[in-house]
């Protein structure tokens, strides 16, 4: 078995791999083009496109990561090679961190205490019960999901979404149009854990903006097609003139990293973090490609991406 990896940490990769699968041999990218000729598995993230069109007798690719997006728009990319994904693979607990800090933000007023401190302006603001705050989830895959039962279990109401209906403890769960507008409605603080396709593209336009309910926050470490960042500058407001919401905590945009002329990196209700919600752990991400490997191998039934959903 010939497996061929492309991401940052590749070595690393290459001699956990080579240590699991001793019969196997696994070389990176950078390896000469003779060598990578005639895989029979990719392990990649964000791979040269050439690296797909050499191969001739591909059993499978396996993205090195949750987001399929990049992969799937990769030119030549066969049809027949089933794709796999990474699954959760410790993400959903850092991702969860990252939408648990974002709703406390907001929960706690830290936004008003910044905002305070340049003028020694000390002044406490009242803590909601948090059954007022309901928080809405949109996308209840591998990592959504564990976010939303970790927000229901830091105490919030928790409000979800997906295309197709979902039964999670302690988490209300919605689906379709007139769920979405439903879940929006009631919504105080929004996570958007979505995947980047088609028909999630500005999912949150200023339509559905406007639908949150006025003073809502937004928190997108999902991927920033998600929400038409015009849209969402408007309904935040301009300068010190507060508009229907009240503040975003953004990890992913439409555009990365986020050019420094972009307006959203200077506006005052807005915190930027660079795409850092949920980097995948290594040691779980690499035990999770030797399932893969051994599940292709002995034909065992697998979860595979569906390009034409596009996750
Ligand atoms: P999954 O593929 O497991 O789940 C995707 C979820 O989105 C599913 O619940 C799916 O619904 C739902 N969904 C997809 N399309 C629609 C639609 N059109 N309408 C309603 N719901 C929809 O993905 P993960 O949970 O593993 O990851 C989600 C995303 O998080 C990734 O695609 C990636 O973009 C992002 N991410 C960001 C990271 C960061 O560091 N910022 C790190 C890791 C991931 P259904 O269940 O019905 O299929």
């Given at each position: 078995m010939k497996i061929v990896v492309h991401i940052d940490e590749a070595a690393q990769w290459q001699e956990a791999l080579s240590e699991a699968l001793p019969t196997a041999t696994v070389v990176t990218s950078e390896a000469p083009a003779d060598e990578r000729?005639?895989?029979?598995y990719l392990a990649i993230?964000?791979?040269?496109a050439h690296l797909i069109q050499e191969?001739?007798?591909?059993?499978g690719i396996i993205n090195l990561?949750?987001?399929v997006d990049y992969l799937l728009k990769?030119?030549?990319?066969?049809?027949?090679v089933p794709i796999v994904k990474l699954r959760d693979a410790g993400m959903g607990e850092l991702m969860a961190d990252y939408a648990l800090y974002g709703v406390m933000h907001f929960y706690r007023s830290m936004d008003h205490y910044a905002e305070q401190q340049p003028s020694a302006h000390w002044q406490p603001h009242a803590v909601p019960e948090k059954s007022q705050w309901p928080v809405g989830v949109l996308g209840l895959g591998a990592i959504g999901r564990f976010v939303a039962s970790a927000l229901q279990q830091a105490g919030f109401p928790v409000l979800g979404w997906s295309r197709s209906p979902k039964q999670i403890s302690g988490v209300h769960c919605f689906h379709g149009d007139d769920g979405l507008n439903e879940l929006l409605s009631q919504t105080q603080s929004l996570v958007t854990i979505l995947p980047d396709t088609a028909a999630t593209?500005?999912?949150?336009?200023a339509e559905r903006l406007a639908q949150?309910?006025?003073?809502a926050s937004v928190i997108n470490p999902?991927?920033?097609?998600?929400?038409?960042e015009q849209a969402l500058l408007n309904a935040l407001g301009h300068g010190d003139q507060q508009g229907h919401l009240r503040g975003a905590l953004l990890d992913?945009?439409?555009?990365?990293?986020?050019?420094?002329?972009?307006?959203l990196w200077q506006h005052p209700r807005v915190i930027i973090t660079p795409h850092m919600a949920a980097p995948t752990p290594l040691n779980d991400a690499i035990d999770q490609v030797i399932a893969y490997l051994h599940a292709f191998e002995t034909g065992e039934q697998l979860a595979t991406v569906n390009p034409d959903a596009g996750y």
């Open positions: 000729k005639e895989a029979d993230w964000k791979a040269p191969q001739t007798q591909l059993k990561g949750a987001g990769t030119p030549g990319l066969p049809r027949d593209k500005h999912i949150l336009n949150l309910p006025k003073g999902g991927r920033g097609s998600l929400i038409d992913v945009f439409s555009e990365e990293p986020l050019p420094g002329n972009n307006p």
